[in-house]
């Protein structure tokens, strides 16, 4: 969060700097009049004068300086929160994603490109981002602290996340309200490419991949979509269709497997296919009983997944 890479996030990290500035002060000054009360202590001081000056610290202390500092911490809050709103944008968003909220993991369209992911955003830097966000399960909340604030997918709501990054990289997320079991193990990237390294992700993940070649690759894919896979998840160009699981189309370009869990490595996804339970309990992935020789076709398929 202290480290701002775009101008949503840094009004953010310019208000958390206010009011820590504020806290420390308040603090200086608190330590200071113990200070000055253990050095004072014993001293006679007139009982009349004493308590001219307790009503007077009793209040400045107590209500005239606690309304300035809320004074001005609610009206920074409340000048940022208004800025940062999706209706005070200037400009019409250039680049439109749709995330939502999964048990446990992040579904990703891309309306006007035609690319479908999982757990992985790729957007240009320098462009205007509109993240749409939605649920029909139960309460998530999207947070990529170096981009923008906790943003809340609600189920039956339409709520907006916005921003424009001003750097390339690799920005971690999650999800920042407690949604069950696997609530931990909910990670969310954003890659923020160059512009033409994302037209590029575009044009390679809005087309189908190519056919498998090798032998142990084509038994794999036969496999898939004769399995009960193809009823979960969908591969472009193939019978498997599903739509209850992440789409696999180009499951290889992904950094990691199951939001997070796992690096998605042919090792990483072997262990995946083979005992998803052990490493995420609860995921919504039912168990599939594979010969360790299917699950290695498996993955020299997957591994095509481009």
């Known amino acids: 969060m202290l480290s701002p890479h775009s101008p949503e996030a840094r009004r ?3 208000t958390w700097w206010l009011m820590f500035a504020l806290a420390v002060a308040v603090y200086i000054v608190v330590a200071a ?10 001293e ?3 009982d009349q004068r004493r308590r001219r000056f307790e009503n007077r610290f009793i209040l400045i202390g107590g209500l005239v300086i606690p309304i300035a500092i809320l004074g001005i911490t609610a009206v920074a809050t409340v000048v940022v929160a208004n800025d940062l709103a999706p209706a005070a944008a200037a400009t019409q968003p250039q680049v439109q994603i749709t995330v939502k909220g999964e048990q446990w993991w992040w579904r990703i369209d891309y309306p006007h490109d035609g690319v479908v992911t999982a757990n992985e955003v790729h957007v240009p830097v320098g462009r205007k981002v509109d993240i749409t966000l939605v649920s029909d399960n139960v309460i998530h909340s999207l947070w990529v602290p170096e981009l923008n604030g906790k943003a809340d997918m609600i189920p039956g709501q339409v709520n907006h ?4 990054a001003t750097k390339t990289g690799r920005f971690e997320g999650r999800c920042a309200e407690f949604c069950g079991i696997q609530h931990a193990r909910m990670e969310f990237v954003v890659f923020v490419d160059s512009a033409q390294d994302y037209q590029d992700w575009l044009a390679t993940n809005g087309s189908r991949t190519a056919d498998a070649t090798r032998a142990a690759a084509q038994r794999g894919e036969q496999l898939l979509v004769t399995s009960s896979c193809a009823g979960c998840h969908t591969v ?3 019978p498997a269709q ?3 699981g992440p789409d696999l189309t ?7 497997l199951g939001a997070g869990t796992i690096d998605n490595t042919p090792d990483g996804l072997a262990k995946w296919l083979d005992d998803t339970q052990s ?3 609860g995921a919504h992935m039912p168990e599939v009983d594979l010969t360790a020789e299917q699950i290695s076709d498996l993955v020299e398929y997957m591994k095509t997944l481009r």
Request: no cysteine; net charge positive.
């Open 250 to 256: 180009h499951i290889a370009s992904r950094k990691t």
């Open 12 to 14: 953010i990290a310019s």
């Open 236 to 238: 472009s160009g193939t």
């Open 161 to 164: 996340l916005r921003f424009t």
């Open 44 to 46: 006679n001081v007139d």
């Open 33 to 42: 009049l113990i200070a000055i009360a253990v050095l004072r202590r014993g």
């Open 279 to 281: 490493l995420k309990k």
């Open 242 to 244: 599903g739509v209850l």
